[in-house]
């Protein structure tokens, strides 16, 4: 069994095609976090000096409790919001990421029986336990694939689910 120089040159290509979309993917990611970082930030900084503002205004102890009591809920608000952005950005690119990686996979797949099915015409006579050995390892890695992808959706799905009910928690008004 050989390979001819364009297999070998449109598995290099692909290949490094993959590996671009996982880096793009990756920057993508971290330039969106960076940017949702700078903006808590830069908002923090801002609630911040208002809130020192409004303190140094303040005439009596009663006015503190009030202005405390009223800063609360926007922070929690602010911090679910917060959560729930990183969240997204998170889930966005485990996406992504999930769908190049069965991308390659399918190829992988393809390419693998292809080479199964070369290997199975060119197989002397009597190997035949070992092609079906091969085909069953190969089975077993699609059905492990196919089980890793069920699981990876489940875990995603009960994520969300908790995000969208530990939302709703933090931001129930008093």
Known sequence: MSINLEQFAASNKATVDSLLAVANTALATAERIAALNLGAARTALEDSASATRAVLAVKNPNEVAALQSSMVQPAVEKAVSYSRSLYEISSESQQQLAKTLEAQFADFQKQV????????????????????????????????????????????ETAQANMAAATKAATKTK
Not at 127 to 140: C, D, F, K, L, N
Request: cysteine-free.
């Open 113 to 156: 029986a292809g080479m199964v099915e070369q290997a199975t015409k060119a197989a002397p006579a009597g190997s035949e336990g070992i092609v079906a050995a091969m085909q069953s390892a190969i089975a077993a890695a699609n059905s492990a694939f196919s089980n890793m992808t069920t699981m990876t959706k489940q875990f995603t």
